[in-house]
């Protein structure tokens, strides 16, 4: 169906929607007659990974055009066990392990360093150089807000949230091996590295997000 239509059948003003929000798809994609579709927003403290940059996006759709920092989301399938939905960022976080940085998820070689750029986007993390099927271990205790496929340019990825309001992102896995709701510890194995997403050489793309902000993991990581 069209843009215009779909925007009509969802009472939105703008093409702007955000990750876990809800839209309804008219049957034989026309807005019905009998009825008006109610628009249901996102809440208000799930906010959109906004992405760009080296291991991340590798190019955005046209009807992207009205947000060119809003990267592209394919929405998650029901069919796969690691794919579950919306992110969900109530879930309660366990206090910090005690250290006062993070541990590395991976130990390898960083390829491209938070801020760097290519293809005009800027990296909101860092790429760790790693064998495809290596152990991604949790940088810190948490709870993972989410664990799934639907983030394109990342492919498999895991997103934990911390008691400090932190919020790691570990993309381009080849498998994940937690669900959204786990209580993870700090060293646990949560994925396997891969090249899932807009990655062209095995590697883990990752973040650090302070209140949804992008912040230079290195300045974390012990």
């Known amino acids: 169906m069209g843009v215009e239509a779909l925007k009509q059948a969802n009472g939105l003003s703008s093409g702007l929607i955000r990750i876990g929000q809800e839209l309804r798809i008219p049957a034989g994609g026309q807005v019905p007659t009998t009825q008006t579709a109610e628009a249901r927003p996102a809440p208000a403290n799930v906010d959109p990974i906004v992405t760009g940059g080296a291991g991340t996006a590798s190019g955005q759709s046209s009807g992207q055009s009205e ?3 809003v990267a592209g989301y394919t929405p998650p399938t029901s069919s796969s066990r690691q794919t579950t939905g919306s992110i969900n960022q109530q879930e309660s976080a366990p206090a910090a392990s005690g250290p006062s940085g993070m541990r590395w998820p991976v130990r390898g070689r960083v390829i491209a360093g938070f801020g760097s750029s290519s293809g005009g986007k800027t990296n909101d993390g860092i790429d ?3 064998p495809e099927g290596t152990a991604v271990r949790a940088a810190e205790n948490g709870v993972v807000i989410y664990a799934g ?3 394109r340019e990342f492919g498999n990825t895991v997103l934990i949230r911390h008691d400090d309001g932190l ?3 570990y993309g381009h896995n080849s498998r994940i091996n937690v669900s959204r709701g ?6 646990q194995e949560i994925a396997l590295s891969g090249m899932s997403g807009s990655a062209d050489t095995p590697r883990l793309h990752f973040e650090v997000r302070k209140d949804s902000t992008p912040v230079d993991p290195m300045t974390f990581l012990e």
């Open 182 to 187: 786990d209580t993870v510890r700090r060293g």
């Open 67 to 69: 947000s060119s920092n």
């Open 128 to 130: 760790i150089a790693v």
């Open 167 to 169: 919020v790691t992102v």
């Open 149 to 151: 496929d639907g983030l």
